[in-house]
Protein backbone atom coordinates (compact mmCIF):
# COMPACT_ATOMS: atom_id res chain seq x y z
CA UNK A 1 0.00 0.00 0.00
CA UNK A 2 1.99 2.79 -1.54
CA UNK A 3 1.40 5.99 0.74
CA UNK A 4 0.47 4.82 3.79
CA UNK A 5 2.85 4.50 6.29
CA UNK A 6 2.75 2.85 9.82
CA UNK A 7 4.11 -0.38 11.33
CA UNK A 8 2.99 -3.71 10.27
CA UNK A 9 2.16 -6.01 12.32
CA UNK A 10 0.12 -9.33 12.68
CA UNK A 11 -3.53 -9.45 14.31
CA UNK A 12 -5.65 -12.45 15.47
CA UNK A 13 -8.85 -11.81 13.46
CA UNK A 14 -10.87 -11.42 16.97
CA UNK A 15 -8.29 -8.54 17.78
CA UNK A 16 -9.42 -6.93 14.59
CA UNK A 17 -12.43 -4.67 15.44
CA UNK A 18 -15.18 -3.41 12.66
CA UNK A 19 -16.50 -0.13 14.13
CA UNK A 20 -15.82 1.81 10.92
CA UNK A 21 -17.33 -1.03 9.06
CA UNK A 22 -20.72 0.93 9.15
CA UNK A 23 -19.67 3.26 6.81
CA UNK A 24 -19.06 0.60 4.07
CA UNK A 25 -21.46 -1.38 2.12
CA UNK A 26 -21.88 -4.92 2.65
CA UNK A 27 -21.30 -6.85 0.04
CA UNK A 28 -21.66 -10.98 0.35
CA UNK A 29 -21.04 -11.62 -3.38
CA UNK A 30 -17.44 -9.38 -3.22
CA UNK A 31 -16.77 -11.04 0.44
CA UNK A 32 -17.03 -14.69 -1.40
CA UNK A 33 -15.09 -13.58 -4.19
CA UNK A 34 -12.18 -12.55 -1.60
CA UNK A 35 -12.19 -15.80 0.39
CA UNK A 36 -11.46 -17.61 -2.89
CA UNK A 37 -8.60 -15.24 -3.46
CA UNK A 38 -7.19 -15.59 0.21
CA UNK A 39 -8.18 -19.24 -0.29
CA UNK A 40 -5.61 -19.62 -3.81
CA UNK A 41 -2.85 -16.69 -3.76
CA UNK A 42 -3.09 -16.00 0.52
CA UNK A 43 -2.98 -11.85 1.52
CA UNK A 44 -1.51 -10.12 -0.92
CA UNK A 45 -1.43 -6.41 0.73
CA UNK A 46 -2.00 -5.84 4.39
CA UNK A 47 -5.00 -4.27 6.08
CA UNK A 48 -5.25 -0.85 7.61
CA UNK A 49 -6.01 -0.21 11.33
CA UNK A 50 -5.66 2.87 14.07
CA UNK A 51 -5.61 2.38 17.45
CA UNK A 52 -9.11 3.24 18.78
CA UNK A 53 -9.83 2.88 22.77
CA UNK A 54 -6.98 0.15 23.13
CA UNK A 55 -8.03 -1.82 19.91
CA UNK A 56 -7.24 -2.19 16.54
CA UNK A 57 -10.16 -0.63 14.29
CA UNK A 58 -10.25 -1.91 10.26
CA UNK A 59 -9.95 0.83 8.38
CA UNK A 60 -9.23 -0.92 4.80
CA UNK A 61 -9.17 -4.25 4.18
CA UNK A 62 -13.09 -5.07 5.31
CA UNK A 63 -13.95 -7.51 2.58
CA UNK A 64 -10.50 -9.27 3.60
CA UNK A 65 -11.94 -9.65 7.29
CA UNK A 66 -14.72 -10.73 6.01
CA UNK A 67 -12.97 -13.40 3.59
CA UNK A 68 -10.88 -14.45 6.41
CA UNK A 69 -13.87 -14.69 9.02
CA UNK A 70 -15.29 -16.69 6.49
CA UNK A 71 -12.67 -19.23 5.69
CA UNK A 72 -12.33 -20.35 9.11
CA UNK A 73 -8.65 -21.42 8.65
CA UNK A 74 -7.66 -18.49 8.11
CA UNK A 75 -6.76 -17.12 12.24
CA UNK A 76 -4.32 -13.78 11.52
CA UNK A 77 -3.74 -10.94 8.73
CA UNK A 78 -1.06 -8.75 8.56
CA UNK A 79 -1.73 -5.17 9.24
CA UNK A 80 -0.39 -1.76 8.91
CA UNK A 81 -0.77 0.46 12.02
CA UNK A 82 -1.67 4.43 11.71
CA UNK A 83 -2.07 6.58 14.54
CA UNK A 84 -5.27 8.75 13.23
CA UNK A 85 -8.17 10.21 15.04
CA UNK A 86 -11.79 8.93 14.53
CA UNK A 87 -12.44 12.06 11.93
CA UNK A 88 -8.85 11.23 10.34
CA UNK A 89 -10.13 8.00 10.32
CA UNK A 90 -12.94 8.33 7.88
CA UNK A 91 -11.45 10.26 5.52
CA UNK A 92 -8.55 7.89 5.13
CA UNK A 93 -11.58 5.03 4.42
CA UNK A 94 -12.35 7.30 1.38
CA UNK A 95 -8.67 8.39 0.13
CA UNK A 96 -7.57 4.85 0.24
CA UNK A 97 -10.16 3.58 -1.68
CA UNK A 98 -10.75 6.87 -3.96
CA UNK A 99 -7.59 5.84 -6.13
CA UNK A 100 -9.00 2.61 -6.83
CA UNK A 101 -12.54 3.42 -7.46
CA UNK A 102 -13.68 0.99 -4.72
CA UNK A 103 -16.17 3.15 -2.42
CA UNK A 104 -19.49 3.71 -3.85
CA UNK A 105 -21.41 6.47 -4.37
CA UNK A 106 -23.49 5.86 -1.27
CA UNK A 107 -19.98 4.90 0.84
CA UNK A 108 -18.91 8.14 0.11
CA UNK A 109 -22.48 9.70 1.22
CA UNK A 110 -22.09 7.52 4.64
CA UNK A 111 -18.91 9.10 5.06
CA UNK A 112 -19.27 12.90 4.43
CA UNK A 113 -22.75 12.18 6.91
CA UNK A 114 -20.80 10.57 9.91
CA UNK A 115 -18.30 13.78 9.26
CA UNK A 116 -20.63 16.30 8.96
CA UNK A 117 -23.49 14.82 11.50
CA UNK A 118 -21.46 13.06 13.94
CA UNK A 119 -18.19 14.56 14.19
CA UNK A 120 -19.71 18.11 13.27
CA UNK A 121 -17.34 19.51 11.18
CA UNK A 122 -18.82 22.06 8.42
CA UNK A 123 -19.30 20.88 4.83
CA UNK A 124 -16.31 23.45 3.31
CA UNK A 125 -14.24 21.87 6.26
CA UNK A 126 -15.11 17.75 5.12
CA UNK A 127 -14.42 19.63 1.14
CA UNK A 128 -10.92 20.04 1.89
CA UNK A 129 -10.20 17.27 4.35
CA UNK A 130 -11.59 14.64 1.46
CA UNK A 131 -9.97 17.05 -1.06
CA UNK A 132 -13.23 17.50 -3.22
CA UNK A 133 -15.62 20.43 -4.03
CA UNK A 134 -18.18 21.64 -1.79
CA UNK A 135 -20.97 20.98 -3.86
CA UNK A 136 -19.67 17.34 -4.18
CA UNK A 137 -20.49 16.90 0.12
CA UNK A 138 -23.54 18.75 -0.52
CA UNK A 139 -24.90 15.61 -3.14
CA UNK A 140 -23.43 12.78 -1.13
CA UNK A 141 -24.61 14.65 2.56
CA UNK A 142 -27.99 14.78 0.93
CA UNK A 143 -28.04 11.56 -0.66
CA UNK A 144 -28.37 10.07 2.57
CA UNK A 145 -30.31 12.33 3.89
CA UNK A 146 -32.80 11.23 1.63
CA UNK A 147 -33.25 7.91 2.80
CA UNK A 148 -35.31 6.61 5.80
CA UNK A 149 -33.96 4.48 8.78
CA UNK A 150 -35.61 1.59 7.36
CA UNK A 151 -33.46 2.05 4.52
CA UNK A 152 -30.21 2.89 5.76
CA UNK A 153 -30.81 -0.13 8.14
CA UNK A 154 -31.72 -2.64 4.63
CA UNK A 155 -28.32 -0.60 3.10
CA UNK A 156 -26.00 -0.97 5.78
CA UNK A 157 -26.57 -5.03 6.27
CA UNK A 158 -26.56 -5.63 2.51
CA UNK A 159 -30.24 -6.75 1.95
CA UNK A 160 -30.51 -2.94 -0.41
CA UNK A 161 -28.25 -2.81 -2.90
CA UNK A 162 -26.84 0.52 -3.52
CA UNK A 163 -28.30 0.83 -7.15
CA UNK A 164 -31.77 0.10 -5.16
CA UNK A 165 -31.26 2.86 -2.79
CA UNK A 166 -31.00 5.16 -5.30
CA UNK A 167 -34.42 4.84 -6.60
CA UNK A 168 -35.33 4.29 -2.98
CA UNK A 169 -34.45 7.90 -2.15
CA UNK A 170 -36.41 9.36 -5.02
CA UNK A 171 -39.53 8.99 -2.89
CA UNK A 172 -40.47 11.02 0.43
CA UNK A 173 -39.28 8.63 3.92
CA UNK A 174 -42.89 8.33 4.46
CA UNK A 175 -43.26 6.35 1.55
CA UNK A 176 -40.19 4.28 1.44
CA UNK A 177 -41.65 1.57 3.53
CA UNK A 178 -44.21 0.43 1.17
CA UNK A 179 -41.58 0.38 -1.87
CA UNK A 180 -39.50 -1.75 0.72
CA UNK A 181 -42.07 -4.62 1.34
CA UNK A 182 -42.77 -4.27 -2.47
CA UNK A 183 -38.78 -4.96 -3.47
CA UNK A 184 -38.88 -7.73 -1.09
CA UNK A 185 -42.28 -9.55 -1.90
CA UNK A 186 -42.18 -9.38 -5.95
CA UNK A 187 -38.32 -9.35 -6.03
CA UNK A 188 -38.04 -6.39 -8.45
CA UNK A 189 -35.36 -6.00 -10.67
CA UNK A 190 -33.67 -2.91 -10.60
CA UNK A 191 -35.43 -1.55 -13.72
CA UNK A 192 -38.33 -2.68 -13.00
CA UNK A 193 -37.96 -0.82 -9.60
CA UNK A 194 -36.70 2.39 -11.39
CA UNK A 195 -40.28 2.04 -13.40
CA UNK A 196 -42.14 1.61 -10.28
CA UNK A 197 -40.89 4.78 -8.47
CA UNK A 198 -41.68 6.42 -11.80
CA UNK A 199 -45.07 5.90 -11.64
CA UNK A 200 -45.30 6.68 -8.25
CA UNK A 201 -43.69 9.61 -8.28
CA UNK A 202 -46.33 10.80 -11.47
CA UNK A 203 -48.96 8.94 -9.54
CA UNK A 204 -52.51 11.57 -9.32
CA UNK A 205 -54.18 9.97 -6.60
CA UNK A 206 -53.74 7.63 -3.62
CA UNK A 207 -55.72 5.29 -5.36
CA UNK A 208 -53.35 5.28 -8.15
CA UNK A 209 -50.26 4.76 -6.11
CA UNK A 210 -51.75 1.97 -4.08
CA UNK A 211 -52.54 -0.20 -7.79
CA UNK A 212 -48.66 0.55 -8.30
CA UNK A 213 -47.96 -0.99 -5.12
CA UNK A 214 -50.65 -3.66 -5.51
CA UNK A 215 -49.82 -5.09 -8.88
CA UNK A 216 -46.35 -3.00 -10.38
CA UNK A 217 -45.65 -5.36 -12.81
CA UNK A 218 -49.40 -4.47 -14.20
CA UNK A 219 -48.97 -1.26 -13.94
CA UNK A 220 -45.73 -0.93 -15.77
CA UNK A 221 -47.35 -2.83 -18.63
CA UNK A 222 -50.03 -0.85 -18.48
CA UNK A 223 -47.90 2.12 -18.73
CA UNK A 224 -45.45 0.43 -21.07
CA UNK A 225 -43.00 1.61 -18.26
CA UNK A 226 -39.84 -0.14 -19.53
CA UNK A 227 -36.95 1.68 -18.71
CA UNK A 228 -35.10 0.88 -21.67
CA UNK A 229 -36.17 1.02 -25.16
CA UNK A 230 -36.03 -1.60 -27.32
CA UNK A 231 -33.31 0.67 -29.69
CA UNK A 232 -31.60 3.61 -30.41
CA UNK A 233 -32.39 5.54 -33.44
CA UNK A 234 -29.19 7.16 -33.45
CA UNK A 235 -27.26 3.26 -33.42
CA UNK A 236 -25.77 1.28 -36.40
CA UNK A 237 -27.40 -1.97 -36.92
CA UNK A 238 -24.12 -3.20 -34.69
CA UNK A 239 -24.55 -0.71 -31.99
CA UNK A 240 -28.45 -2.06 -32.10
CA UNK A 241 -27.20 -5.81 -31.63
CA UNK A 242 -24.98 -4.55 -28.66
CA UNK A 243 -28.28 -2.55 -27.21
CA UNK A 244 -30.45 -5.15 -27.00
CA UNK A 245 -27.64 -7.91 -25.97
CA UNK A 246 -26.91 -5.45 -23.15
CA UNK A 247 -30.47 -4.38 -22.02
CA UNK A 248 -30.99 -8.70 -21.86
CA UNK A 249 -27.86 -8.98 -19.95
CA UNK A 250 -28.49 -6.21 -17.32
CA UNK A 251 -32.00 -7.34 -16.66
CA UNK A 252 -31.10 -11.14 -15.93
CA UNK A 253 -28.12 -9.59 -13.60
CA UNK A 254 -30.12 -7.25 -11.99
CA UNK A 255 -32.51 -10.65 -11.11
CA UNK A 256 -29.60 -12.51 -9.94
CA UNK A 257 -28.52 -9.67 -7.70
CA UNK A 258 -32.05 -9.20 -6.12
CA UNK A 259 -31.96 -13.24 -5.62
CA UNK A 260 -28.20 -13.21 -3.93
CA UNK A 261 -28.64 -9.96 -2.18
CA UNK A 262 -31.82 -11.11 -0.45
CA UNK A 263 -30.58 -14.46 0.48
CA UNK A 264 -33.32 -16.02 -1.62
CA UNK A 265 -30.51 -19.43 -1.76
CA UNK A 266 -31.61 -20.18 1.65
CA UNK A 267 -34.63 -22.31 -0.32
CA UNK A 268 -31.99 -24.51 -1.54
CA UNK A 269 -31.95 -28.07 -1.03
CA UNK A 270 -28.11 -29.60 -0.37
CA UNK A 271 -28.61 -31.46 -3.43
CA UNK A 272 -29.81 -28.25 -5.39
CA UNK A 273 -26.01 -26.41 -4.00
CA UNK A 274 -24.11 -29.66 -5.08
CA UNK A 275 -25.87 -29.40 -8.31
CA UNK A 276 -25.64 -25.12 -8.93
CA UNK A 277 -22.07 -24.91 -7.36
CA UNK A 278 -20.07 -25.16 -10.90
CA UNK A 279 -22.62 -22.88 -12.72
CA UNK A 280 -22.13 -20.21 -9.80
CA UNK A 281 -18.10 -20.95 -10.09
CA UNK A 282 -18.64 -20.27 -13.76
CA UNK A 283 -20.77 -16.93 -13.74
CA UNK A 284 -17.91 -15.64 -10.78
CA UNK A 285 -15.05 -16.25 -13.25
CA UNK A 286 -16.86 -14.64 -16.32
CA UNK A 287 -18.57 -12.08 -14.55
CA UNK A 288 -15.59 -10.85 -13.50
CA UNK A 289 -13.93 -11.00 -16.54
CA UNK A 290 -16.73 -9.14 -18.33
CA UNK A 291 -16.56 -6.31 -15.65
CA UNK A 292 -12.76 -6.04 -16.52
CA UNK A 293 -13.36 -5.78 -20.31
CA UNK A 294 -16.52 -3.40 -19.90
CA UNK A 295 -13.70 -1.23 -17.89
CA UNK A 296 -11.89 -0.96 -20.32
CA UNK A 297 -13.74 -0.43 -22.82
CA UNK A 298 -15.58 2.16 -21.13
CA UNK A 299 -11.87 4.06 -20.18
CA UNK A 300 -11.11 3.69 -24.56
CA UNK A 301 -14.81 5.21 -25.19
CA UNK A 302 -14.22 7.89 -22.93
CA UNK A 303 -10.33 8.81 -24.03
CA UNK A 304 -11.50 8.45 -28.09
Known amino acids: MSGVGGALVELDLDGIGDHFGRYRLHTPAAERAMAHSLRRYGQVSPVVVCLRQGRHELIDGFKRLGAARCLGDV ?98 QGNQGALLGLIRREALTVHELEGVVNLLLSASSLDQQQYVLEAPREALSQAGGQPLPARDPRLSPAGSQVWRRLGLLLDLLSRMESWLSREGRAGLTPKDRQVLAPRFERLSRDATSVAMLSKDLVTELVRA
Open 75 to 172: SSLVARVMEVSDTAAKAAIYGLNRAGGRTSELEEAWIVFALVREDGLPQVEVAELLGRHRTWVCRRLALIEKLGDEAKEELRVGLLSPTCARHVARLP
